[in-house]
T-cell receptor
Framework: ETGVTQTPRHLVMGMTNKKSLKCEQH?????MYWYKQSAKKPLELMFV???????ENNSVPSRFSPECPNSSHLFLHLHTLQPEDSALYLC????????????FGQGTRLTVV | DQQVKQNSPSLSVQEGRISILNCDYT??????FLWYKKYPAEGPTFLIS?????DKNEDGRFTVFLNKSAKHLSLHIVPSQPGDSAVYFC?????????????FGKGTKLSVIP
């Protein structure tokens, strides 16, 4: 248990569906992140939020839409995804002032059919 | 262009022996380095870190060595145990530049053989 909880753990969705991934952290951190892990690729940073403000968008397609209503919750809204978007989506949090260790959730295994 | 490289996708080691996982980086702005361990179906778990002002950091069976001039770091696990079998990710950040984002390598899958 890392203090970062992601739901759902597994998701299968069609290309015309709309779904959301949820992340919650109980560590009092002020920075939250979405990462994507595809097969045989490094973990790719998608979005960074510091104090609820988005500070980084790593050229992520608009079919991925993040939302951070407060520093404990982070969402990733998905719509009209492609099969190549199938991957493990990981949420992480850290105390941005320490620049240190990020704590990861268990991830959501997404399959787009 | 990958800024953090783990050139060995896999490594097999006998139980009780030393495991050495290597990582190279290209961005000279990186000044903080971390190792994460990942089991299947779980998120990465922080293992050990090192700041660029040091060349060694030790925590129990795990030691990380940093060679700044070579832009190389390594993780030593000794003695290796079967429970150490996992994928190990090297990560780096540029704290001095005000960025706390982590850039990850592709990972090395370690198998410790009983």
């Amino acid at each position: 248990e890392t203090g970062v909880t992601q739901t759902p753990r597994h998701l299968v969705m069609g290309m015309t569906n709309k779904k959301s991934l949820k992340c919650e952290q109980h560590l009092g951190h002020n920075a939250m992140y979405w990462y994507k892990q595809s097969a045989k690729k490094p973990l790719e940073l998608m979005f960074v939020y510091n104090f609820k403000e988005q500070t980084e968008n790593n050229s992520v397609p608009s079919r991925f839409s993040p939302e951070c209503p407060n520093s404990s919750h982070l969402f990733l809204h998905l719509h009209t995804l492609q099969p190549e978007d199938s991957a493990l989506y990981l949420c992480a949090s850290s105390q941005s002032g320490t620049g240190g260790e990020a704590f990861f959730g268990q991830g959501t295994r997404l399959t787009v059919v | 262009d990958q800024q953090v490289k783990q050139n060995s996708p896999s490594l097999s080691v006998q139980e009780g022996r030393i495991s050495i996982l290597n990582c190279d980086y290209t961005n000279s702005m990186f000044d903080y380095f971390l190792w994460y361990k990942k089991y299947p179906a779980e998120g990465p778990t922080f293992l050990i870190s090192i700041s660029s002002i040091k060349d060694k950091n030790e925590d129990g069976r795990f030691t990380v060595f940093l060679n700044k001039s070579a832009k190389h770091l390594s993780l030593h696990i000794v003695p290796s145990q079967p429970g150490d079998s996992a994928v190990y990710f090297c990560a780096a950040s540029a704290r001095g530049a005000g960025s706390y984002q982590l850039t990850f390598g592709k990972g090395t899958k370690l198998s410790v053989i009983p």
